[in-house]
């Protein structure tokens, strides 16, 4: 018996390594073979990863690209940007400077650039636009000394605030954009401050819109809870035809969501009506509920509400009723039992549900647009409006930039607190 | 969560109270929905109840707002409803015509967004995956990015590659708009997807590609399914993005309905709003039956 087991190949000296059928080490082997799954798992995933990253991570990254990059001034004004380039910040325009100017301007009137270079400096300076469209117009008649004829032409050339605009501009790459989106600016000293107080519409935007958000998640929560411990409760063949009705509204048109709210609640609109047909209000005296804040509020805590009810559900599903029975058998009244013993185990469906609201609410555009009026407007509605009313697109990006920032942060928080395999969908 | 012999009369209210409140909640999100329907028969152009609606008078109820839907943008929206006016509205009529654009781009969006994320979901499923949680969370990020930030990406983007106003532009923007969706459900049911079946079928001789429709695909179909539905819901209700890149062309549904909200809002809205109530209808009863079926193939609930 003995020579048998020191004949048997697993008692092999440990110093030699294992070897696979074909001799090769099984260290070695094995790791080939794990590569070769993980690139086949990776080979499945790439198609979609290069497809996202073409048509979404890159597009937004160029458009973020516009926040701190935009060479309007600087293109089409290579004389001026040379003699900045040349001299210190705060300089004194002297007679070279206007020379450059005008040659500048000659040259915008050739290309028919002058409009996009005004537009730039007006950016920052507004009412600048029409110097340089009217300037430029008549720049072929422009005689040295050049001072004197610019200005001759047009007083504003003398403004020292319009030339440190232009020492800003005159670099392509610039952070004023990110100062407007905080509401802060340059000084004619080159220093930061302030910009006036009724200019000041950015930083309370922001704020405006975090607090509405806070508020709708504060809101879905209210109204969330209770119908998810309701669900959760409730034998199956209940709940599942309740749940029918929170995924109704979710499977719905968010149009025809935002179109039902306005006939619910406009002036002329069925609650209104309905309120004055039994006498609780006068005709004269309906309630402005819609074009406004509230209407803001209504709407958008209505919409988000399933995305609060079904995380909270699914972690309330799976809590077994017997804890809470044991702590009333213990003698805890049903409140206490509901506050020490059922509520702290749905702490996660809660922090699931309130980011998963917040992060949505802080980037919603079409509801506050279509129902929002002029005080429930949010951030992103904001942007909205400098990429296609105002054509501002360096600060829209600047804004948008600093959104993206906000939700990115929430999102890396959900993925660290949640994480994003979680999330489910009904 | 039956109400206990012990309870005192004040839990007891409670019970009660507590059934009424959630009662009220599930009004609130279910009155609004309903409350379009009845008002898109209207017979006058108002969004409350006529009187005559209130007491059940057949003249206070019409079509004529459906009847828009067809004659809007027709050429002779007067003439006989022979065989050539169903051909004017099939042609002409602009809420036909915009229904038409959101099928195809829902279909093709649909399409693209199923096939790439039931792909990278069964990649992701498996316990080899190399970073994982890094491309997982890029690839759901098309959900929570403001979508006004992805609509402004696109339009620059699209303007300089020459796809603004294509319909293969607002594919391509569906697509990836879908595809977080297909991601969640595909990978929910492949959670409990018992690998071994897969190994089985490999060590009978069955090559990777047969394996995958004869023993993987049938298992996650209906996730497959519930996935391409939730893909087609993103493209078919999508607005944003339609508003910054599309052309005249390629107007869809939610585009048009859009207009009319801004602009004037008639009781013809409202019977838009009724038929694409009635759709998500049939789209979530789908979603439940796909649902059930899964869960029964899988064995996780008894059905």
């Known amino acids: 018996m003995a020579d048998l087991a020191s004949d048997a190949p697993f008692a092999t000296p440990a110093r030699e390594s294992l070897k696979t059928a074909d001799g090769k080490p099984l260290k070695a082997a094995l790791a080939r073979a794990q590569a070769r799954s993980r690139r086949r798992a990776l080979f499945l995933v790439l198609p979609l990863l290069v497809f996202i990253l073409v048509t979404f991570v890159f597009p937004i990254g160029q458009m973020l690209f516009r926040s701190v990059h935009n060479d309007a001034f600087s293109r089409n004004m290579p004389n001026l940007v040379a003699w900045f380039e040349a001299t210190e910040p705060g300089t004194e325009p002297d007679e070279a400077a206007y020379a450059a100017l005008a040659a500048d301007l000659k040259l915008l009137r050739e290309n028919r650039t002058a409009g996009e270079v005004g537009t730039r400096v007006n950016y920052e300076l507004s009412g600048s636009r029409s110097l340089f469209t009217s300037t430029a117009r008549r720049a072929n008649a422009l005689e040295p000394p050049f001072r004197e004829a610019i200005l001759a032409e047009n007083e504003g050339w003398a403004d020292p605030r319009l030339w440190q605009v232009m020492r800003d501009a005159s670099s392509a790459y610039t952070a004023n954009f990110y100062l407007a989106a905080v509401d802060l600016m340059h000084t004619e000293t080159g220093e930061i401050a302030r910009v006036p107080p009724d200019r000041q519409i950015y930083v309370n935007l922001f704020l405006r819109t975090f607090a509405l958000s806070a508020l709708i998640t504060v809101l879905t929560l209210i109204l969330g809870y209770p119908i998810a411990h309701l669900l959760a409760t409730l034998p199956l063949r209940y709940s599942n035809i309740l749940m029918i009705l929170v995924l109704l509204p979710f499977w719905t048109s968010l149009l025809v969501r935002t179109t039902a709210w306005i006939v619910l609640l406009q002036q002329q609109g069925v609650i209104n009506s309905t309120l004055v047909a039994t006498g609780l209000i006068a005709d004269d005296q309906r309630l402005a509920m819609i074009y406004n804040q509230t209407g803001t509020i209504i709407a958008m805590t209505h919409i988000l509400l399933p995305f609060m009810v079904l995380p909270l559900y699914s972690v309330m599903r799976p809590i077994p009723p017997s804890y809470v029975r044991a702590a009333r058998s213990l003698g805890a009244s049903s409140w206490k039992a509901f506050r020490s013993v059922y509520f702290p185990m749905t702490v996660p469906g809660i922090a699931a549900g309130g980011l998963l609201v917040f992060i949505l609410a802080v980037g919603y555009y079409i509801t506050p647009a279509l129902v929002g009026g002029a005080s429930g407007q949010l951030i992103s509605n904001l942007i909205a409006y400098h990429m296609t009313d105002s054509l501002n697109w360096s600060l829209a990006a600047a804004l948008a930039s600093i959104l993206l920032a906000a939700v990115l942060l929430l999102y890396w928080l959900y993925d660290r607190l949640i994480g994003i395999d979680n999330l489910k969908l009904g | ?303």
């Open chain 2, 1 to 303: 969560m039956a109400l206990p012999v012990y309870a005192t009369p004040l839990e007891r209210l409670w019970y009660y109270a507590y059934r009424v409140i959630c009662g009220l909640i599930f009004l609130f999100l279910i009155a609004p929905i309903l409350v379009v329907i009845p008002l898109s028969f209207n017979a006058e152009p108002f969004f409350t109840f006529t009187e005559k609606m209130l007491s059940l008078d057949p003249e206070g109820y019409s079509l004529r707002w459906y009847d828009l839907l067809l004659t809007f943008g027709m050429q002779a929206p007067e003439a006989p409803r022979d065989w050539n006016w169903w051909r004017d509205v099939w042609n002409n009529a602009t809420w036909v015509k915009v229904a038409k654009n959101s099928l195809i781009i829902g279909f093709f969006s649909t399409i693209l967004a199923t096939v790439l994320g039931t792909l990278a979901a069964l990649g992701l499923a498996r316990s080899e995956m190399p970073w994982r949680r890094a491309i997982m969370a890029i690839l759901i990020s098309p959900m929570i990015v403001p979508i006004i930030i992805t609509a402004t990406g696109l339009f620059f983007f699209y303007s300089w590659t020459g796809l603004a106003g294509t319909y293969t532009g607002i594919i391509l923007a569906h697509a990836t708009l879908g595809i977080p969706f297909v991601i969640i459900t595909v990978t929910a049911t492949l959670i409990g997807f018992d690998q071994s079946l897969n190994r089985a079928a490999a060590s009978l001789g069955a090559s990777p590609a047969r394996t995958f429709f004869k023993v993987t695909m049938p298992l996650i179909l209906p996730g497959v399914i519930s996935g391409a539905l939730f893909a087609f819901v993103t493209s078919f209700d999508e607005v944003v993005v339609v508003l910054f890149i599309a052309g005249f062309d390629q107007q869809t549904i939610p585009r048009q309905m859009w207009n009319g909200i801004r602009e004037q809002i008639s009781p013809a809205i409202l019977s838009v709003a009724t038929i694409l109530v009635i759709v998500s209808i049939a789209l979530l009863t789908a979603v439940e039956l796909l649902r059930r079926r899964s869960e029964r193939l899988r064995g996780i609930s008894p059905g």
